[in-house]
């Protein structure tokens, strides 16, 4: 066995005029497992390809590979579990890599545990690292909502099958080509009687669900903020830099902001460009969700605060004074 397949997901179909010329573009925590898949090819002396389900994919940039598998059948225009996974195990025994790489996304983790049973391994899910070591690369995941890091090796004749945590690996180390790779149409061999579940009607706010996961600029409140009417402050800083509000688990459990904007271990794990903190202490369940930030910038009273531990810049003053400076100068600067 040789090589690493990175296997993607696409964005969810729309009017876009990608999908009128007949592609998708790839997601933004597919781009972070693909780069995660080229260094581990990198290192190990390997060659990069990649796997995607129906429509052709778009990237941002030419990524440097050694094909694209589009993978395309009747029965995988919708997802299911059933399908996806037959699909996947025809292509990696025609294949044989030696690595298959995935987002950690919840699609994946419905189907890729028991896509690696049938190769007679296990999933090592959820990675944050991967580290290259004599004999095999080592996986690196969390225990005890990020409190323990633990090392993983592969061991076994089959593939070894690994997910890689959003914002693990950035998209910027993607590695590029001046040429695009050869795509090569897969369509695997799949009847009906094999599907044993039918995919549900699409959820019906699914299209207005906030993917924090793909925001470049981020402002996070915490309970700081006292009072649910006092989020406003911190809304017009987020409308101030163009960014997406979310929040630490006791914003969204006391109802003041929705679940889909709490971001930790129980939440949305992000990496923006920049991501501020404002009125949050720093748990480490917190702290999980956000590793993956380039900058981190926390304003809190409390100097001995967990978040400073980790911001590359920190404020120690009172939310309420600083907050609506900042939104003040940086309209001025964009006025």
């Given at each position: 066995m040789s090589g690493v397949l990175v296997v993607l997901e696409q964005q969810a179909r729309g009017a876009s005029s990608a999908v009128a010329r007949g592609s998708l573009p790839v997601t933004r925590g597919s781009l972070e497992a693909l780069a995660a898949g080229q260094l581990l090819a990198q290192s190990a002396g390997l060659d990069c390809s990649a796997a995607t389900f129906g429509p052709a994919a778009s990237f941002p940039v030419t990524p440097k590979l050694s094909a694209i598998y589009q993978l395309t059948h009747n029965l995988l225009e919708t997802y299911t579990a059933d399908a996806y996974t037959i699909a996947l195990q025809q292509l990696i025994g025609k294949l044989r890599p030696g690595y298959v790489i995935f987002p950690h996304t919840y699609q994946v983790r419905d189907y890729a545990p028991r896509l690696a049973t049938r190769f007679g391994q296990v999933l090592i899910s959820d990675a944050i690292a991967i580290h290259p070591a004599e004999g095999a690369p080592v996986f690196v995941r969390q225990l005890f909502q990020g409190k323990l890091n633990a090392d993983y090796k592969h061991a076994g004749d089959g593939p070894c099958f690994a997910s890689m945590q959003a914002g693990a690996i950035t998209a910027d180390a993607l590695q590029t080509s001046d040429t695009p790779a050869p795509v090569e149409v897969f369509t695997p061999a799949i009847e009906a009687d094999q599907v044993?579940?039918?995919?549900?009607?699409?959820?019906?706010?699914?299209?207005?669900?906030?993917?924090?996961?793909?925001?470049?600029?981020?402002?996070?409140?915490?309970?700081?903020?006292?009072?649910?009417?006092?989020?406003?402050?911190?809304?017009?800083?987020?409308?101030?830099?163009?960014?997406?509000?979310?929040?630490?688990?006791?914003?969204?459990?006391?109802?003041?902001?929705?679940?889909?904007?709490?971001?930790?271990?129980?939440?949305?794990?992000?990496?923006?460009?920049?991501?501020?903190?404002?009125?949050?202490?720093?748990?480490?369940?917190?702290?999980?969700?956000?590793?993956?930030?380039?900058?981190?910038?926390?304003?809190?009273?409390?100097?001995?605060?967990?978040?400073?531990?980790?911001?590359?810049?920190?404020?120690?003053?009172?939310?309420?004074?600083i907050v609506p400076a900042l939104t003040a100068a940086i309209r001025a600067a964009k006025s």
């Amino acid at each position: 066995m040789s090589g690493v397949l990175v296997v993607l997901e696409q964005q969810a179909r729309g009017a876009s005029s990608a999908v009128a010329r007949g592609s998708l573009p790839v997601t933004r925590g597919s781009l972070e497992a693909l780069a995660a898949g080229q260094l581990l090819a990198q290192s190990a002396g390997l060659d990069c390809s990649a796997a995607t389900f129906g429509p052709a994919a778009s990237f941002p940039v030419t990524p440097k590979l050694s094909a694209i598998y589009q993978l395309t059948h009747n029965l995988l225009e919708t997802y299911t579990a059933d399908a996806y996974t037959i699909a996947l195990q025809q292509l990696i025994g025609k294949l044989r890599p030696g690595y298959v790489i995935f987002p950690h996304t919840y699609q994946v983790r419905d189907y890729a545990p028991r896509l690696a049973t049938r190769f007679g391994q296990v999933l090592i899910s959820d990675a944050i690292a991967i580290h290259p070591a004599e004999g095999a690369p080592v996986f690196v995941r969390q225990l005890f909502q990020g409190k323990l890091n633990a090392d993983y090796k592969h061991a076994g004749d089959g593939p070894c099958f690994a997910s890689m945590q959003a914002g693990a690996i950035t998209a910027d180390a993607l590695q590029t080509s001046d040429t695009p790779a050869p795509v090569e149409v897969f369509t695997p061999a799949i009847e009906a009687d094999q599907v044993r579940t039918k995919p549900s009607a699409p959820f019906r706010e699914s299209a207005q669900t906030v993917d924090l996961a793909s925001a470049p600029v981020i402002v996070s409140v915490g309970r700081g903020i006292r009072e649910q009417q006092n989020i406003a402050l911190v809304q017009a800083l987020a409308d101030a830099l163009g960014a997406e509000l979310a929040a630490s688990r006791p914003i969204c459990d006391a109802g003041w902001l929705p679940m889909e904007r709490q971001v930790g271990s129980s939440g949305q794990t992000v990496s923006p460009r920049l991501y501020l903190a404002i009125g949050i202490s720093g748990a480490i369940q917190h702290l999980v969700g956000i590793k993956g930030s380039r900058t981190i910038v926390a304003i809190n009273r409390d100097q001995n605060a967990p978040i400073f531990e980790v911001a590359d810049y920190g404020i120690v003053a009172d939310l309420f004074e600083i907050v609506p400076a900042l939104t003040a100068a940086i309209r001025a600067a964009k006025s």
